[in-house]
């Protein structure tokens, strides 16, 4: 094969058809892009509505549909804080903001810039030092410390510009970079604005959203820096995603392959030397100098190659030019003289080999299936997953991803409106139905989904606010939980249902109950949580089958949601509940993470335990003895068998109190025991152990 006049052809098609099997095809792409767009746009849009002045973006190769399962590759976020403006002009200045001059000189490196405070009240400099995060330079001009993201994200570990935030098994690793927004395009990078290579790209289309999107500038100065802690890299970033999402398929398996190139040859042992960013700047460069017609899928080879020439230039000339800033280069103090020379060496047996290596790859079986097409060991040899069980794994896994974020954004809302009241609470609603009538496709889509959260958190505060006549839930309060009702499978239905029981309107409550269990069983559901990242273990073959088929707006029949209640609603719940609300110590409190454990102060468990425990509560108060018995077997099979359960250690402890009540103390002690073997600080099962304890002793 490898010997053929024509085999790079071949060799191309083959690889083209491995890519696609693995996942790096039109449709997989467009569906990863979808589901990170869309989780970009739910974020955006409970920002405005609890009136936080940023702006997320979800960049990198996750939200560029450019990865594969094997790669693993982390998500990249820029948080843009909209209360600052950066200007390049002092026409630029704007009043009431934090205002800073973009400055470059003689002195500061390639790509980066100083910023220069400026006063809120008029377009002039600040001339005296506010605080520890400005400094004097040498001609007495007040500037900003990129130092200033020290500390800013909790449990996060320091990376360059960004914070990266450990990911759990089956979720992605983030990297949260912060930054401030310039409106206007950098004037460093004008010469590409009008620059168009041999294959008219970018086109004027991506130029001219380029001018539109401006820059950012991001706490982080170069490599070679003599003022390491004032310079801030500027990014092109917007720009940058623009043109990655032109990319037609051959440019971006041969990207897909540069990142696998660097993983398996160039960076072992999780070493960076070349960055995935440097190959993605040389791909740019190389679609730039060819003509669109070379990058097919038969050609795939030899573009790889043409890319890998390029790369080992650009480590010979320790110089790669950023993709629209030239002047910056991104290898400027990169490599050793001795890392140089490894890496060079590196890359020429690659460009030398013709392929060979090729057959050599482990991540994704790639090395194995191309072996396999290429007929060089027989089919049935290698086990690896086809290409239907990739696309439903990782649709699966994406959709399991809307969905958490969905859970996570309503308890960011939750978290903001803990301590306001109800007068607040109405207009982020109004704001939140803004999206329905005003908003893009992607915000109609978001809305859909947040929109029954924000109904049912409305509807429970207003019946907060008082009930009606003969203690029961106000009409009005019943039409915006009855509007939330469908936001899953039973989260808002038994938010309901936990009303009407504390206003002891048993009947309604036992109705609902009755018709969310049937619900829950006449689909396939997945317990969801956004408190704690935790992966999904079990996923039925119907649960990825739907995933792969229905759209998001599908999530609400397959999805159960854990059910929270904030401490104002402390009267709305059974008082068994009432104790998660306090279930940390002093010593614990002042030791948890306040960005984390917020959720620590609510009542919080999953649906599936709560219909049931609200089941036996009902059926005990309603004296249907039976029916009570049924359901306590249901609520211990359930703690026992589902996997999936986000907060095992509540549902352990509501089952505990059931015992309890029961008269079984001894296995409501080795409930409480189980619970916190899974979780054990912050639980209120010590409280419970004390408590049975105490009243064993006393009852002796």
Request: with cysteine; charged share 20%.
């Amino acid at each position: 094969m490898f010997q053929e006049p024509d085999y790079r052809e071949n060799l191309s098609l083959m690889l083209s058809e491995v890519l696609h099997d693995i996942g790096v095809n039109e449709r997989m792409v467009m569906r990863r892009r979808r589901n990170y767009m869309l989780k970009e746009t739910m974020n955006n849009i409970i920002d405005r509505v609890i009136d936080l002045n940023v702006t997320e973006y979800f960049l990198g190769s996750q939200s560029e549909g450019t990865t594969t399962i094997g790669l693993g590759s982390d998500l990249d976020v820029l948080i843009c804080d909209n209360n600052y403006n950066i200007i390049q002009d002092w026409s630029e200045w704007e009043q009431d903001k934090v205002n800073y001059l973009m400055i470059q000189n003689e002195n500061t490196t390639p790509g980066y810039c100083l910023l220069q405070m400026l006063q809120h009240d008029a377009p002039l400099p600040v001339t005296v030092v506010p605080d520890e995060h400005h400094m004097n330079d040498r001609s007495r001009k007040v500037l900003y410390k990129n130092t200033v993201i020290n500390g800013v994200i909790q449990g996060a570990v320091g990376h360059g510009p960004s914070l990266a935030e450990q990911g759990q098994p089956g979720f992605s690793d983030k990297d949260v970079v912060l930054a401030y927004s310039c409106k206007s395009w950098p004037q460093s990078a004008s010469g590409w604005l009008n620059r168009q290579g041999i294959g008219r790209w970018p086109t004027q289309d991506m130029r001219r959203y380029a001018a539109r999107t401006g820059c950012f500038v991001v706490p982080t100065g170069g490599k070679v820096s003599e003022y390491p802690e004032l310079e801030w890299r500027i990014s092109t970033s917007l720009a940058e995603r623009c043109l990655m999402l032109h990319l037609n398929i051959t440019q971006i398996r041969c990207y897909v392959l540069l990142k696998i190139i660097l993983k398996s040859f160039l960076n072992p042992r999780d070493e960076i030397n070349i960055s995935s960013f440097m190959c993605k700047t040389v791909l740019l460069h190389c679609i730039e100098n060819t003509e669109p017609s070379v990058w097919k899928d038969n050609n795939l080879f030899i573009c790889l190659t043409y890319c890998l020439l390029k790369l080992h230039s650009c480590v010979q000339n320790d110089c790669c030019s950023h993709s629209t800033i030239l002047e910056n280069n991104l290898m400027a103090g990169q490599f050793t003289a001795e890392t140089k020379h490894e890496l060079s060496k590196n890359i020429c047996k690659l460009i030398q080999n013709d392929g060979q290596w090729l057959l050599s790859i482990n991540i994704d079986n790639l090395g194995c299936r191309l072996q396999v097409k290429l007929n060089r060991v027989p089919h049935g040899v290698y086990y690896f997953l086809s290409s239907l069980e990739i696309y439903e794994q990782v649709l699966t896994l994406g959709y399991i991803g809307i969905a958490t974020n969905i859970c996570a954004q309503f308890n960011t809302v939750l978290k903001h409106f803990q301590n306001e009241n109800i007068r607040t609470i109405k207009p982020a609603v109004v704001k939140l139905m803004n999206f329905s009538n005003n908003g893009n496709r992607l915000e109609h889509a978001a809305f859909k989904l947040l929109a029954p959260f924000l109904y049912t958190t409305y509807g429970s505060f207003l019946a907060l606010s008082g009930t009606g006549e003969n203690n029961q839930v106000s009409p009005e309060a019943l039409v915006w939980l009855s509007a939330g009702l469908n936001s899953d499978i039973s989260s808002s239905r038994l938010k309901l249902v936990s009303e009407f029981y504390s206003t002891g309107d048993m009947e309604k409550a036992e109705l609902i109950l009755r018709q969310t269990e049937e619900q829950y069983y006449s689909n396939p559901v997945v317990p969801i949580c956004g408190c704690w990242t935790k992966p999904i273990h079990t996923l039925t073959a119907e649960i990825k089958r739907i995933c792969s088929e229905e759209s998001e707006s599908y999530i609400k029949h397959i999805t159960a949601f854990c059910v929270r209640f904030i401490r104002k609603e402390i009267n709305c719940i059974p008082h068994e509940l009432q104790y998660e609300m306090f279930r940390s110590t002093q010593d614990e409190m002042i030791n948890r993470d306040e960005y984390r454990d917020y959720w620590m102060n609510w009542a919080v468990v999953d649906s599936l335990p709560f219909l049931y425990f609200l089941q036996y509560k009902i059926y005990r108060h309603l004296q249907r003895h039976q029916d009570q018995r049924q359901a306590l077997s249901k609520l211990i099979r359930t703690i026992e068998t589902d996997e999936n359960l986000g907060h095992r250690e509540t549902a352990l402890n509501i089952l505990g109190q059931c015992l309890e009540q029961e008269n079984r103390p001894q296995q409501a002690l080795k409930c409480y025991l189980l619970s916190l073997q899974q979780r054990a600080r912050n639980n209120a099962a010590n409280f419970h152990i004390c408590k049975l304890l105490s009243g064993l002793l006393v009852s002796q």
